[in-house]
């Protein structure tokens, strides 16, 4: 006998209030921030899925595993319990504890960035690529092609495109540092990559000697699917994929606001001797001494024990089929979703939905707008206002107009989900009546964070 209901594997132990407010003061909220979400108040938000990045409820072994942190300066055993977390699942010989992802990314850019070199990865996250940017580099996105269609239903659209890799590390690898994999592909709508195609990724790299470095936030949801869909997996432990992933690899980059349940925190991880004691070097200029960095000790065990329940088949099993389920109820209500639902979102199509708004005229923003006025719900636009401003000043459409539906973990329950569904039909039963935006004003650099904009008659 199975049921269809999807049991939250937890029970409440401690509650936060939410905070219930009417159309009427949402839309004097909204207009207050000048029409963009990230400017709103999170008190005036019913239900917050701007972002799934620590933003997760920690257990009660998490939150008891924060009593035992040692606050040493140098040689705290918290240290070790989260190194020894870490090796277990990913047995790297240098460890080395960020603040978040992007100061591992910063760190090893640091060391192997630098004008001319290129950097490939199946698609940088924003982060990534702004850090291999700073340092002079080229960041280079080489995802499959079925990656950037969003109604391709490939099960592993996050996938290299390894004959595209061959053949840039055959012209280029003197000056290519190393090979980024990104698993889940985040920009790429939360999807996975095969075992196999991480297993020909890493024959490539070693092929032409050049390390490869794992993205890893998302490796637990990438393990799931990799159980879930890859024919001979579905016996294995997500435990052992993982450690088999890491095997394939030279070291990773880690933000711990993912998948380890962290409100805070990241590493950097590596085999190379010599650059991990370069980056041990930067990592005390800018984070802290290498048994804390960026981190409390009390922080690197809450994400020791994070990383335990990350890897629980229960768990996962929960995590994904209740991303599924919010994006599947949405898909059969007609409303356009990505295909198929990611690991830690769901990605609504606001240029299908919304056709009639100009895409210069931000369908996505539009469309994110309305889920907040009438529902109370914050998604997050990636499309135009995140894309469109070119570095030459002019703007152009970008490739897809989304909104992102980020779940953050063990957060909401099924009823709180079933009213998001219930939100995105109504607005997408008036998605007719929507109107599109124009800028009223900008920033140089990553506008979507601080733009404002007006609603146009
Ligand atoms: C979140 C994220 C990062 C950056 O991590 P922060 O902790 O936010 O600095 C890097 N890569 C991917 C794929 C991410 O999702």
Redesign the pocket.
Known sequence: MTFKTIIEPFRIHSVEPMHLTTPAQRKRAIQAAGYNLFNVRAQDVLIDLLTD??TGAMSRDQWAAMQHGDESYAGSPSFEIFRDAVTDLFPFSHVIPTH????A?KILFGALGGAGQIVPNNTH?D??RANVEFTGATAVDLVIAEGRDPASRHPFKGNMDVAGLDQLLTEHKSVIPCVML?ITN??GGGQPVSLANIRETSQVCRKHGVPLIL?A??FAENAWFIHEREPGQGERAVRDIVREIASLADGM?M????DPMGNIG?WLALNDDALAEQCRTLLILTEGFPTYGGLAGRDLEALAQGLKEAVDHDYLKYRIASTAYLGEALAESGIPVVQPIGGHAVYLDARALLSHIDPLQYPGQSLAVALYVMGGVRGCEIGTVMFGRQPDGTEIPAAMELVRLAIPRRTYTQSHIDYVIEVCQAVAAEAGSLRGYRISKEPKALRHFTAEFQPID
């Open positions: 990045s620590g978040q992802g992007r100061a990314e996250f982060t990534t990104t985040n920009s993205d936030c998302r980059t933000s711990a606001k993912k990241g």
